[in-house]
């Protein structure tokens, strides 16, 4: 049920072609000469959603081979796009079971995508066996938020939105995440911007749906969240702990407003 609605939910619905921000950058802005180096050779993105991290790949000279994957249809337009670059290859897969022989990847980069599925940790383990020795992995993941009250209350309204979602027929859930945006962009984002024009910019940025542009600009947003099947949550400490218990020796975990984002190496 999980994979079924995840490849409803991301593969047709969110990502059916339109526009997306890039997103890598984030790990650009965090990591700096980390990120940089790592842009070589042959990358893994799992979870390619709606392209806008692999276009951004795709300009980068360094990287020879590029393989892309996601659980939906949304790679069928994406295939087609890049028909014509054998350098690059759009395939369906699955997180969970990653059909690569082992160490073949010198760079995998997966953003939102691990903590949507059934089992985080095995998406963390299939990551560390196509890797390569000495291969680099960054991620984004959900946060906990456990140094952030606000952000933890969210958290704790999220839970209980998508447990009544849970009993809606998906047309329904669609109905109430466009009726929620606008209600949720007064709540939060409203006084985020009051918080910014005054100058307390990082105050701003604790509050959910910051980045909000009009009431209804965060409807694809809450479908992400709260229409989601599952989202695991991680604490940077319970996050560090998994990464060396699954032979990740070296490793970063940064965490931000936004959640948490990580660079890890196979020794």
């Not at 759009?90 to 980069?109: H, P, R």
């Not at 005054?198 to 910051?210: I, S, T």
């Amino acid at each position: 049920n999980i994979e079924e609605k995840a490849g409803l939910l991301w593969g047709q619905d969110l990502h059916d072609g339109t526009s997306a921000p890039v997103h890598c950058i984030q790990l650009e802005e965090i990591f700096k000469e980390r990120w940089q180096n790592s842009l070589s050779g042959d990358l893994l993105e799992i979870g390619c959603g709606s392209g806008s991290d692999l276009e951004f790949f795709s300009e980068q000279k360094l990287i020879s081979n590029i393989v892309a994957i996601d659980l939906g249809l949304n790679v069928i337009d994406l295939a087609q796009k890049y028909q014509n670059r054998e350098d690059i290859s759009v395939q369906q897969g699955n997180a969970l079971s990653l059909k690569f022989k082992e160490e073949t990847f010198d760079t995998i980069y997966s953003y939102g995508v691990f903590h949507h599925t059934a089992d985080p940790i095995k998406c963390l383990q299939e990551a560390h066996r196509v890797l390569k020795r000495s291969g680099k992995m960054f991620l984004y993941l959900y946060g906990s938020h456990e140094n952030n009250i606000i952000k933890r209350v969210g958290v704790s309204i999220e839970g209980f939105i998508m447990a009544v979602f849970s009993r809606m027929p998906y047309s329904l859930q669609n109905i109430f995440c466009y009726l929620i945006s606008p209600v949720c962009w007064f709540i939060f984002t409203l006084p985020s911007n009051l918080l910014r024009l005054v100058g307390l910019k990082v105050l701003a940025k604790k509050f959910p749906f910051y980045f909000g542009g009009h009431p209804f600009s965060l409807t694809n947003d809450l479908k992400d969240r709260l229409m989601s099947p599952v989202n695991h949550r991680f604490t940077k400490k319970n996050l560090e702990q998994i990464l060396l218990s699954n032979h990740f020796q070296s490793f970063d975990v940064v965490r931000t407003s936004a959640g948490l984002y990580v660079y890890a190496e196979k020794s």
